[in-house]
């Protein structure tokens, strides 16, 4: 799937001009699933990023999602073991993974550790290790650690030591080392990085991950032409394309369809979203949810404040509680921590997963 990577140089340039004005050694990418972060880091960032006298190392905290721990000591191992091959060697089966992880089978990703486990004394004692061992190996390099999916490790106090450990190792070096973080969760990046009592306090610089535009839309439909000989207006894909919350993962997956099925932009739309209510696990999360978290959800989706009167009323008319402020706030905690909604800012909402509400409504 290479040849159908949208490149993005020029965001990758900027990031990497951050980290040389030394205003911080540590970014955080923030965005929701399904947005290209992972490739975006893989196959845009870590390239400049080695040309520019780095030493990328990548590594998920959702390797093992039990034991984020595990993840970072794996990378941190095959990195040392075979310093000597090309980066592009080494990000090849990553990149591979990311790419078909997930394919058409509807299968549910779980983002929560269901066994959550913490770093052993030895584990973090090797961690120090192996990064010792990477300094040996840079050289004259900066290592440029790339942790996909850090707000894993805010969702159980069981990683709590690897966080404290990461950030004390990372304090030690004083940008010796730097650190670019991707997150999909907002609601966690925030405990992470923006609560005071978590060792990443104000650790990181986060940064913006817009959104792909029309110019994704047309490189598609040009290899779609001069590969497949389809002929698809531009119009069509990028209706499709805003249905999918601009996500280029499941774009992807709409593209794979049609061109396998022959089909319209409108029938692969329509196969896709049923693919995203398999994969995000729509049908199980409903049945989680209570009848005022979904009321509430679904406004928060049209821009509704979760407290006016209306609201409120709806609420006692239409569930089985209250329709009182303290309901409504832990309705919203609950939303929170099955990761459907963000909150920043008091009194601003972000929606995770937008799909959700066409979901409910169907």
């Known amino acids: 799937m290479d040849q159908w990577h949208f490149a993005r140089p020029e965001l990758a340039k900027h990031y990497l001009e951050l980290l040389s004005l030394g205003i911080s050694s540590n970014l955080a990418i923030i965005a929701p699933r399904r947005k290209g972060k992972t490739l975006f880091i893989l196959q845009d960032l870590a390239p400049a990023a080695e040309a520019e006298g780095y030493l990328p190392l990548y590594a998920s905290l959702w390797q093992n999602i039990n034991a984020p721990h595990e993840g970072i000591i794996s990378s941190l191992e095959e990195s040392i073991q075979n310093h000597g091959n090309t980066l592009t060697r080494l990000l090849k089966p990553k990149i591979k993974k990311t790419t078909l992880s997930n394919e058409l089978l509807g299968k549910m990703e779980v983002e929560f550790a269901d066994y959550p486990s913490s770093a052993s004394s030895q584990s973090l004692i090797r961690i120090e290790q192996l990064i010792c061992q990477l300094e040996d190996i840079a050289g ?62 104000h650790f990181v610089e986060p940064i913006p991950f817009p959104d792909l535009d029309q110019a994704f839309i047309e490189f598609l439909v040009g290899k779609m032409r001069q590969d497949h000989q389809i002929q698809v207006a531009i119009s069509s894909l990028l209706l499709a394309f805003n249905e999918l919350d601009k996500s280029p993962y499941w774009m992807m997956k709409l593209v794979s369809y049609l061109i396998t099925h022959q ?70 905690r609950r939303l929170q921590e099955a990761n459907l909604i963000s909150q920043i800012l008091k009194g601003e909402y972000f929606i995770e997963k937008p799909g959700f509400k066409r979901y409910l409504e169907k």
Request: glycine content about 4%; hydrophobic content about 40%; some cysteine.
């Open 263 to 332: 089909c319209s932009a409108t029938e692969a739309l329509e196969h896709t979203l049923m693919l995203i209510e398999a994969a995000e696990g729509y049908e199980r999360l409903a049945q989680r949810l209570k009848p005022i978290d979904k009321l509430l959800f679904t406004a928060l989706c049209n821009g509704e404040n979760p407290f006016n009167k209306g609201l409120l009323d709806r609420i006692d008319k239409e569930t089985h509680v209250k329709g009182i402020p303290p309901n409504v706030q832990r309705a919203l």
């Open 140 to 201: 004259k390099r900066t290592p440029l650690l790339l942790i996909d999916e850090v707000q894993h490790l805010a969702t159980s106090q069981a990683f709590s030591p690897l966080a404290h450990a990461l950030r004390t190792l990372l304090d030690k070096r004083q940008g010796r080392i730097k650190t670019v973080f991707t997150g999909s969760s907002r609601h966690y990046m925030n405990l992470l990085f923006n609560e005071s009592q978590s060792p990443f306090y």
